[in-house]
């Protein structure tokens, strides 16, 4: 499990590296998102 959550966090970095490339606002609108999933999961 642990080397899972590794990898989605490797995953999810290099996909922000992508956005951050091309679109800041996508990045922040994302980034809020996960935000609040994240806020609502625990």
Same mark, same amino acid.
């Given at each position: 499990?642990?080397?899972?959550?590794?990898?989605?966090? *490797? $995953? !999810?970095?290099?996909?922000?590296?992508?956005? %951050? +490339?091309?679109? #800041?606002?996508? *990045? $922040? !609108?994302?980034?809020?998102?996960?935000?609040? %999933? +994240?806020?609502? #999961?625990?």
């Amino acid at each position: 499990m642990t080397q899972l959550y590794q990898i989605t966090y *490797l $995953a !999810i970095t290099a996909y922000y590296d992508h956005l %951050q +490339d091309h679109c #800041s606002g996508s *990045l $922040a !609108i994302i980034g809020g998102v996960i935000y609040w %999933q +994240d806020f609502w #999961s625990n």
